[in-house]
């Protein structure tokens, strides 16, 4: 079995993780509170609140220990405002969910049921 064929239960396994967690009730009800804080303020809201794993359990959503929320930025300068990490066995590999300003869109379509866009890295 080549390395990419073994690293594809261990990619589809982490994006579940992450999109379980991404789609569960308590994360939605925080990024619904987010959805409503002034653009202004929303970076401080991640520090603050996103980023801080005492901030969410607080608001009842336990960060699983092997996952990571974290601030983003990339070269091509897309608007992420931040990411989901999961780190996988093989070093230098891991699965990103991000969160790109617009979100809100693909949540609503979460919420009643459409597909919602995930960007894997």
Request: charged share 30%.
């Amino acid at each position: 079995m080549s390395e990419t064929a073994s690293f594809g239960p261990q990619f589809r396994e982490s994006l579940d993780a992450i999109t379980a967690f991404v789609t569960s009730e308590p994360f939605l009800r925080v990024m619904r509170e987010f959805s409503e804080v002034p653009r202004s303020q929303r970076h401080d809201f991640i520090r603050r609140v996103l980023i801080n794993r005492d901030a969410m359990a607080q608001r009842g959503v336990p960060v699983p220990e092997d996952l990571i929320i974290q601030r983003s930025a990339f070269e091509d300068r897309r608007p992420t405002i931040f990411c989901v990490v999961k780190h996988l066995p093989e070093p230098g590999k891991k699965v990103t969910v991000t969160f790109d300003e617009g979100w809100e869109a693909e949540l609503l379509d979460y919420e009643f049921g459409e597909e919602q866009l995930l960007e894997a890295h």
